[in-house]
């Protein structure tokens, strides 16, 4: 176990805000873990596990403990017949995973390719792209009670897995800590349908194409719209796509005639955040060190060393000015540690 005092954080969240920790813990086993929750409690200190710090927005210095599970970084195969299984420590990053995953013929993630974090934080989020969820391949996770220090063993459908949600969102988000994760996968076969963009990128006879050839596509097809968080940070997706009533619906077809709309289950409709930006501010908007990416408005940059106070004030504004024009509230996806 590897302890630093006050640590910066601006290496380990890709938004690149500088911020400290009272303490850094690096955790190698599970009695790490449990020390270090021991000590946190005694010390009446609070807890922060960082994956790839990916989805957080640190808004100032962290007075506690925040934790990265180094350790847990082991990944199993089991099989029986035609299904494999993989088990997948929490601390393992995320598209190594899938590109373990495309090398060994294990079908279901590809269309993840290129997400960072890792494996422990993707259930969290449920995170998806181009018509693939975690939930689509994911059984359960084995977790840790930061309270009793006990594991076990939680099946998908305990997960409450929807769009970019789950419990450890609400319920669980301050109790319990993911530490490994078992997914369904298929052996390569027939392929499932991939997204348009893929299907693009990958040129002729995308069927023919192998699954490293889809996560190497898959990748090309994100970098172009999310800039690399060494060079410009960033969290991806700042807002999740709004999901609105049928009503609603019907009063943006009656002033637009054409705008991406998804139908979902009960008459619904996912709205593009990214969209609803679009026609509020122009084209790289920015307000001192911080903006919207140019070539995708749904991210927002730190340009310039941007404080997360800055960070979430820049946010603020892009909510207020889509609520003022459209009515709808916009969610934010990264998680804010104030």
């Known amino acids: 176990m590897q302890i630093s005092y006050r640590q910066s954080l601006r290496s380990f969240n890709t938004f690149g805000v500088d911020v400290r920790a009272y303490l850094l813990c690096k955790a190698g086993t599970h009695d790490d873990l449990k020390k270090i929750l021991t000590f946190a409690k005694r010390k009446a200190l609070k807890v922060l596990f960082l994956g790839g710090g990916s989805n957080i927005l640190l808004a100032r210095d962290f007075d506690g403990v925040v934790i990265l599970l180094e350790g847990f970084i082991d990944i199993e195969q089991r099989s029986r017949g035609t299904h494999r299984w993989v088990r997948v420590g929490a601390g393992v990053n995320w598209d190594a995973f899938v590109q373990y995953c495309a090398e060994a013929q294990l079908q279901g993630l590809e269309s993840l390719a290129g997400i960072p974090g890792t494996v422990g934080a993707a259930p969290i989020q449920n995170i998806g792209a181009y018509g693939t969820e975690v939930a689509d391949c994911l059984v359960g996770v084995e ?8 594991r076990y063993w939680l099946p998908r459908n305990d997960l409450g897995l929807g769009y970019r949600d789950s419990v450890f969102k609400s319920r669980y988000a301050q109790r319990l800590v993911i530490l490994s994760v078992l997914f369904q996968m298929r052996e390569c076969g027939a392929w499932a349908q991939l997204d348009a ?5 990958l040129g002729a006879q995308p069927q023919a194409r192998t699954l490293t050839d889809i996560t190497a596509a898959v990748r090309r097809v994100r970098n172009r719209r999310l800039p690399e968080p060494g060079q410009l940070g960033n969290a991806g997706s700042f807002f999740v796509n709004p999901v609105v009533s ?4 019907a009063q943006l077809m009656a002033r637009y005639s054409q705008f991406p709309a998804f139908e979902q289950p009960g008459g619904r409709w996912k709205l593009s955040a990214g969209w609803l930006i679009q026609q509020c501010v122009a084209v790289g908007f920015r307000v001192d060190r911080v903006g919207i990416y140019t070539h995708n408005p749904l991210v927002v940059i730190n340009y310039e060393g941007a404080t997360g106070a800055e960070i979430i004030a820049f946010g603020e504004l892009l909510r207020r000015l889509v609520f003022a024009r459209f009515h709808i509230e916009l969610t934010r996806e990264p998680v804010f540690i104030d």
């Open 143 to 150: 977790v840790l009670d930061r309270l009793t220090h006990t």
């Open 246 to 249: 049928a009503a609603c619906m």
């Open 197 to 201: 963009k893929i299907r693009e990128e």
